[in-house]
């Protein structure tokens, strides 16, 4: 496992509390809240509380099935609580495709029309 599988995020410390969030949408396993820097009206992070070191998606191991079923099982009561009727489901795997937090997330993205393909 590299480093970045283990090493505290920022996120941990959100799930924490010790840095504050807009709550969207929380149960046992996951928690969504608003992004800091939103690209769209309405942006929003779905994170697994414990990541059990899944840094990214390419990561996956058996043991995380449950949990990415899990988190793929509420994007739509997450997309439901922000207000969102149709919206974009995103994971940035890898610093070239963006990803700058090593802790799994998914992106929900809308409140606004969004072009496919995204460029
Ligand atoms: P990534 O670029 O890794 O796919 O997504 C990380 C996201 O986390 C970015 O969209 C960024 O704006 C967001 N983010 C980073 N730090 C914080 C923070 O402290 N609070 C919140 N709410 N979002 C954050």
New binding site residues.
Partial sequence: AGLRDTEET??D??VAGD?P??KVYEDDLCLA???????APV?V?LIPKHRNDLSQLRKAQPEHVGLLGHLMSKVGAVAEAAGLDDYRV???DGAG??????HL?V?VIGGRELAWPPG
């Fill in positions: 920022i996120f410390k959100i840095i969030s807009e809240f608003k992004d800091v820097a939103p690209c942006h992070l995103v994971v940035n495709a963006g990803q700058t937090v090593f997330h992106h």
